[in-house]
């Protein structure tokens, strides 16, 4: 299973990044994939989520509205639209697959190796 992020990058405070995420070798259908994001000397924190089987979505507060998570099936790719960024939005991004509704880390299994985001 190898996830492959990409679509980091520096960006100006209200930009607009869309990372991707393709899952290779995976068979994701009945699992969720998630987007997750550390800043340092913080800990990491759920973004948002998509359940790949029925396109369910959940987002954290902290991007809600500014952020969207999609997916193309035909691709096995992961997107995770972001807009209106802010400074406090600075952190390696994680793509994650194979958990559960919840979206916290400690429930997928599998990681890709990130991709920065930097907002000033």
């Known amino acids: 299973v190898q996830l492959v992020e990409s679509g980091g990058g520096s960006v100006q405070a209200g930009g607009s990044l869309r990372l991707s995420c393709v899952a290779k070798?995976?068979?994701?259908?009945?699992?969720?994939m998630g987007w997750f994001r550390q800043a340092p000397g913080l800990e990491r924190e759920g973004v948002a989520r998509i359940a790949t089987g029925s396109g369910n979505t959940y987002y954290a507060d902290s991007v809600k509205g500014r952020s969207t998570i999609s997916q193309d099936n035909a691709k096995d790719t992961v997107y995770l639209q972001m807009n209106s960024l802010k400074p406090e939005d600075t952190a390696m991004y994680y793509c994650?697959?194979?958990?559960?509704?919840?979206?916290?880390?400690?429930?997928?299994?599998?990681w890709g190796q990130g991709t920065q985001v930097t907002v000033s």
């Open positions: 070798g995976y068979e994701y259908r009945d699992h969720c």
């Open positions: 994650a697959a194979g958990g559960n509704l919840a979206l916290t880390a400690r429930y997928y299994p599998y």
